[in-house]
């Protein structure tokens, strides 16, 4: 009788706690704009195929040429994509802010096995979500749910290369600092002023001049130790006008 109490109370507890990281994976997908559009059933879907894992930061989620079978969505944290050259330094691409996917597909169809084409590490303690990419396709994507979201999710990794290629083949130095005190303002006050040289491989020196000459002219002021803006259609202007770039 005593025995048969334990067993009642274990598959209790076990039951409690399967309870408990169902709810909180129904509230990650809920805060997740990808998965806006679900209904309740579905949701249910996405968390039977799911799974959250936490991260510590500078740790390594994947490298170059790994291949997976998840597709991963940063829930919290912060992530950088890099790529290492032949010279075995390494190359800054960009960052993934929380609320984003983080796999990077060329395309919606035969997403079961994902190749990954650079590496990725947490700059912060992270959270993630990780789904099963072939039941996803099964259950999602051929019933054509959640197809427009993942087009949007790939035509936006191609903008994000389009500014790749601006800053490392078509920017200078000053424009490659305007763009991403527009696109990425947060990020530049975040950082060190030697990691932002790094991303925007330019000296250390030369950022530094870029910043006074702006703000010698008015274009951006320093406030309680971060940059403000004072005109953005001139910082826009400045990488606007090189390589004909607009930016959106």
């Known amino acids: 009788m005593y025995d048969k109490e334990i067993l ?11 309870k408990r990281l169902n709810l909180s994976i129904r509230e990650i997908i809920r805060k997740i704009s990808f998965f806006n559009h679900l209904n309740n059933d579905q949701i249910e879907l996405i968390i039977s195929i799911s799974k959250v894992i936490k991260h510590h930061k500078k740790s390594i989620l ?25 010279f075995n330094r390494k190359a800054f691409l960009y960052h993934i802010h929380e609320n984003s996917m983080i796999t990077e597909l060329s395309s919606i169809k035969n ?38 979201e993942l087009i949007e999710v790939i035509l936006k990794k191609n903008y994000q290369l389009h500014h790749i290629v601006n800053r490392e083949l078509v ?16 990020m530049f006050n975040k950082l060190k002023r030697v990691d932002i040289s790094f991303m925007l491989n330019i000296q250390p020196e030369t950022l530094s001049r870029v910043l006074k000459s702006l703000m010698r002219k008015g274009i951006i002021n320093i406030k309680k130790g971060e940059i403000v803006i004072e005109n953005k259609e001139d910082l826009i202007s400045i990488f606007n006008k090189v390589g004909d770039t607009k930016y959106n």
């Open 171 to 186: 920017f200078d130095a000053t424009a490659k600092v305007a763009f991403m005190l527009i696109d990425d303002l947060k």
């Open 8 to 18: 009642n109370l274990f598959l209790y507890n076990i039951q409690l706690k399967i």
């Open 111 to 148: 997403n079961r096995i994902i190749n990954c084409f650079s590496n990725a590490k947490f700059l912060e303690d992270s959270i993630v979500l990780y789904i099963d990419s072939e039941k996803f396709q099964e259950l999602f994507l051929s019933k054509n749910i959640l197809t427009e």
């Open 62 to 86: 994947y490298h170059e040429s790994f291949t997976s079978k998840h597709l991963l969505f940063l829930v919290k944290g912060l992530v950088e994509i890099y790529k290492i050259d032949k």
